[in-house]
């Protein structure tokens, strides 16, 4: 939009202040002897981060109970997924209708102006540190252990499955019985130091690991989080913000594959708004910013609630102005505004 096109021509610009500061509406196509600023709107995003788990049972599953005397061990092979935390936070979005000009003029000295990368008012006289960006990814975890690599001659040269299982199951509890052998200290050729037994041992550990994989299998788990985002422009009543299935993981919305998380939002009103009268009478004189109004935000599923917190949304509430003597010139006022709901977060003279 042209709005947008010009805010971002004039995000870097520093403001020069007047002996008295003038703040007006923003013009479009009107050329402004002065920085443009947006307001924002309040996003909520949600993060959702879930775990899939892949089983994958051994060559030798069936036995494990017969050789090993380890129960419950799954023949067959499955996949399992589940939400594992949401993270609800809020992004400031540029409100189009909350677009102003603060005039420059000559012979003046201004305040530092700080604008975020997409035109919102940040700061006044002073920096405020912005949050970096982090996007959501995936990742997995493997741990399947190369076993064929410590199968004896004559368990590869065995002519069923169950004699194979059996002289490995064999082998896994001689492994244990030298771990056992060498703990005591009853061996013929101990390790010299601490370091040569650590190592020793962390070898026979990982062979009966993998030699035990073959009986009861392994599991890759992948690490997934999704970023979801909601502009409520109004209250909201268990609007659909993604959908979950324990077989399939994170389906469409639409999908009925998945349970639905829902969402809600409530606007508190903790804003008294301005009368019509008093609201006629108003004009802009000074800094305008936002003074949200609170919501109340749950997420829900079939199950019931996961996630409830009153949060500040700038769209439910109204615009007031700062004194324009406060940033006169020779003023040392120093503002901060929430980037996400325009709300003041600290103002200091």
Request: hydrophobic share 40%; glycine share 6%.
């Amino acid at each position: 939009m042209k709005k947008n096109i010009i805010i971002a021509l004039t995000w870097c610009m520093s403001l020069v202040a007047v002996a008295q500061t003038q703040v007006t509406d923003f013009n479009p196509g009107i050329a402004a002897n002065g920085v443009n600023y947006a307001l924002p709107k309040t996003l909520l995003k949600v993060d959702a981060s879930a775990t899939k788990v892949v089983y994958t049972p051994g060559e030798f599953a069936k036995y494990a109970e017969r050789y090993l005397h380890i129960g419950g061990v799954n023949v067959e092979p499955s996949t399992t997924w589940n939400v594992t935390s949401l993270t609800v936070y809020q992004e400031g979005v540029p409100d189009t209708a909350k677009i102003y000009t603060v005039k420059l003029k000559d012979k003046t000295i201004a305040p530092m102006v700080q604008l975020t990368n997409s035109g919102i008012l940040l700061a006044v006289n002073t920096h405020s540190e912005q949050e970096e960006c982090v996007f959501p990814d995936t990742r997995t975890t493997r741990h399947k252990l190369e076993a064929r690599q410590y199968l004896t001659e004559e368990i590869l040269s065995a002519t069923s499955t169950a004699k194979m299982a059996e002289l490995t199951a064999q082998e896994i509890l001689d492994i244990r019985e030298s771990k056992n052998a060498i703990k005591r200290g009853q061996v013929e050729s101990m390790p010299k130091d601490g370091a040569s037994l650590k190592i020793v041992l962390d070898e026979l550990n990982t062979q009966e690991e993998a030699l035990t994989q073959l009986f009861t299998g392994y599991v890759d788990t992948t690490f997934v989080t999704k970023s979801f985002a909601v502009m409520p422009d109004g209250d909201l009543d268990k609007h659909v913000l993604f959908r979950f299935s324990r077989k399939l993981g994170f389906v469409d919305a639409d999908d009925l594959a998945g349970d639905p998380y829902s969402l809600s939002v409530k606007d508190l009103h903790t804003v008294v708004f301005p009368d019509e009268k008093e609201a006629a009478k108003r004009k802009i004189d000074g800094l305008v910013y936002n003074m949200p109004s609170m919501a109340n935000v749950i997420i829900s599923t079939i199950q019931g609630t996961v996630y409830e917190q009153d949060m500040p949304f700038a769209q439910f509430g109204t615009i007031d102005t700062l004194s324009p003597t406060l940033f006169n010139k020779g003023a040392t006022t120093k503002l901060t505004l929430h980037p996400a709901t325009g709300g003041i977060l600290h103002l200091e003279q």
